[in-house]
């Protein structure tokens, strides 16, 4: 674990920032301007509820549509336990420990601008949490991504009580004995807290980031193997020529083609005669494609970043103004959609690799069919690329968007949801499928660039050397699931620097 402890604080936190602290497992800690603000809105609420003989929602009455039954203070603390309770319904898939880990340090730095009203110890429980990696038992099914990710927040909250399951070193505990081993308190709530911990959109947008974080570097690759597969494929350099760019001066095609030029800097291959006029469009127009995806990525950074260093539980506290205002910021809206449009994007990335894998094993410009030196006798990668568009057909049914959906719940109180938890969920089964789809595409493109006399780039040639060693040249069939499962690994531990990132 890294030594530097971060210190959340009401400063604004990068998408970039938030790379380095969560993957490099930073320690995090609450500054003294933070702990401030949390003990003022804390003392604030206590003041007011001793005061105030008035309903405050969430806080002194039922929640959703029975938000006209008042409660009395003696039950004030069962109400929140209560609501955390009653509300831990997830089902289906256990979401994995990474995305919950990243789901508590957000989770902290949302209720630690001093709008929430939640106590110093449960924030700083969540971030003992973090810390010492107790992740909580987490499930894929459950929100509607409106009231907040209500179910899925309920459960990470069910286990700052001390019930539930955690992940510990490697495996799902009882809450309470776990706690009991590292010597931390379960919480217990006050006014308004179980409501603070459960309104929020923090499921969603830790899936959305960690989607994000994961495509940093699949984008940096489906640019590296596409022009492995330009090579192989003999294609033509003249597409990605700056004055092309220059002159649709969109952000993206304007650096995947410079990329990409830098990429095939000192190739044979490219510089070679061509006998064809043009390339088809999946080599053609990497830039087009490849660079409308990140754009999509770089408005689904905005809107992430903006999200990170937001309040979004409900109501809100604003201590010098004395206004507790219910309102809806726990709205998953502005996520939804965003979510959408990314699995969208990410799912363009796949459909234009399986294009290029397809070419590469058609028999075209010199290649063998399906890439093996006797084919018949051997299927060669023939039905890998049947696997690939087998993937990226289920995208295309995965990219439906969940953002136009929206079911009335709470006895009509919540008429109109995001659905953007679904939306985040789709969206990692999406970016997952787009890593299987270019570590075949990769297999077929360093398969077909043997058959080439010339040679690449140094860069790239150095690359597809680096990855034979763990995906060797076919000479003949073999168990292809192996390479496939081998060739995401490849991907998976695949060093990029953080420079060529953000």
């Not at 009401?10 to 500054?31: C, D, G, K, M, W």
């Not at 009231?147 to 459960?155: E, I, M």
């Not at 595409?441 to 080439?452: D, G, N």
């Amino acid at each position: 674990m890294a030594t530097s402890t971060y210190n959340i604080s009401p400063e604004h936190l990068s998408l970039e920032q938030l790379y380095q602290i969560f993957n490099e497992r930073h320690p995090v800690a609450l500054s003294e301007e933070s702990k401030a603000l949390i003990e003022k809105c804390r003392h604030y609420l206590d003041a007011k509820m001793e005061s105030h003989d008035g309903a405050i929602y969430g806080i002194n009455t039922g929640f959703g549509s029975l938000c006209n039954v008042a409660i009395e203070g003696k039950d004030l603390q069962r109400l929140q336990e209560n609501l955390v309770r009653s509300h831990a319904c997830g089902t289906g898939a256990v979401l994995d420990p990474e995305y919950v880990r990243l789901m508590l340090l957000l989770k902290a730095r949302g209720l630690s601008y001093g709008n929430s009203g939640a106590s110093l110890n449960t924030i700083e429980t969540l971030l003992q949490f973090y810390n010492n990696e107790v992740l909580p038992e987490v499930f894929e099914q459950g929100s509607l991504g409106a009231s907040g990710d209500l179910a899925p927040l309920a459960h990470l909250s069910l286990a700052l009580m001390g019930e539930a399951k955690v992940y510990h070193k490697g495996e799902y505990r009882q809450a309470a004995e776990v706690l009991a081993e590292l010597g931390i308190e379960p919480i217990k709530l006050q006014s308004k807290e179980g409501l603070a911990l459960l309104n929020g959109t923090q499921f969603m947008l830790s899936l959305g980031i960690k989607a994000f974080f994961d495509l940093k570097k699949l984008a940096y690759l489906a640019d590296l193997i596409g022009a492995i597969s330009l090579e192989a494929f003999d294609g033509r350099k003249d597409p990605f020529d700056a004055l092309i760019h220059l002159a649709r001066p969109h952000n993206g095609q304007i650096k995947t083609a410079a990329f990409i030029r830098e990429l095939l800097e000192g190739s044979e291959l490219i510089d070679e005669p061509k006998e064809h006029v043009q390339d088809p469009y999946s080599f053609r127009c990497m830039p087009q494609v490849h660079g409308a995806s990140k754009d999509m990525m770089d408005y689904a950074a905005k809107v992430f970043e903006t999200e990170l260093n937001s309040v979004t539980d409900n109501p809100t506290i604003f201590v010098d103004e004395d206004k507790v205002i219910s309102g809806g910021n726990f709205h998953g809206q502005p996520l939804a959609l965003v979510l959408d449009s990314l699995a969208i994007a990410t799912a363009e990335w796949a459909n234009i690799s399986e294009r290029r894998t397809y070419l590469l094993i058609s028999g075209q410009r010199g290649l063998p069919a399906f890439l093996v030196a006797k084919p018949g006798l051997n299927s060669g990668l023939m039905i890998a690329q049947y696997t690939a568009a087998s993937v990226v057909s289920q995208n295309k049914q995965l990219c439906t968007p969940a953002s136009i959906d929206s079911i009335v719940s709470s006895n009509g109180q919540e008429d109109h949801v995001s659905m953007g938890a679904n939306a985040a969920t789709k969206l990692q089964k999406v970016v997952d499928n787009l890593k299987t789809v270019l570590a075949i595409e990769l297999i077929t493109a360093s398969q077909a660039l043997a058959f080439r006399t010339k040679s690449s780039s140094p860069f790239l040639m150095s690359f597809v050397e680096s990855f034979r060693e763990v995906v060797p040249f076919i000479e003949e069939d073999r168990y292809l699931h192996d390479d496939i499962e081998r060739a995401r690994q490849f991907i998976d531990q695949l060093n990029v620097d953080e420079d060529l990132l953000f």
